[in-house]
């Protein structure tokens, strides 16, 4: 189980110190990056822009990011193809389920998501990474 420290975020072009998470397991012997919460969150916008502030591979416009950008950001940070590789496909896998299940819930405590899921799913990174 991870805690999150400090969640601060102001647009997905804007990077700085503040605008990252970590994670710490609850004994304090394991940290790591937040997932990048913030790409979702803001791409639905009209007003956003596609161009991250941190690359993947050597791609920065989100919708040109494909499956083979991570395998080279893998490659560049020293994580082994294959591990990283399964991870993705794992987290990918288990996007949709994990987006209609919030929905889902959502919706049943009133909220009017629907049109926000479909926008994340059109706009957001998965629907360019598993092409």
């Known amino acids: 189980m991870y805690r999150k ?29 937040a997932p990048a919460y913030d790409i979702v969150s803001t791409i639905v916008y009209e007003t956003s822009t596609e161009k991250m502030a941190l690359r993947v591979g050597d ?5 040109d990011i494909r499956k083979g950008d991570f395998e080279k950001e893998a490659k560049k940070v020293g994580l082994g193809k294959n591990i990283a590789m399964k991870r993705f496909d794992s987290m990918s896998g288990k996007f949709l389920k994990a987006i209609n299940e919030a929905n889902e819930q959502l919706m049943d405590k009133g909220f009017r998501t629907e049109q926000l899921k479909e926008k994340i799913l059109s706009k957001g990174g998965i629907a360019y990474i598993t092409k």
């Open 5 to 33: 420290e400090r969640v601060v975020h102001e647009e997905i072009k804007n990077i700085h110190g503040k605008n990252l998470s970590l994670l710490y397991s609850e004994d304090l012997k394991l940290i790591r990056l």
């Open 59 to 63: 791609v920065y416009k989100l919708s």
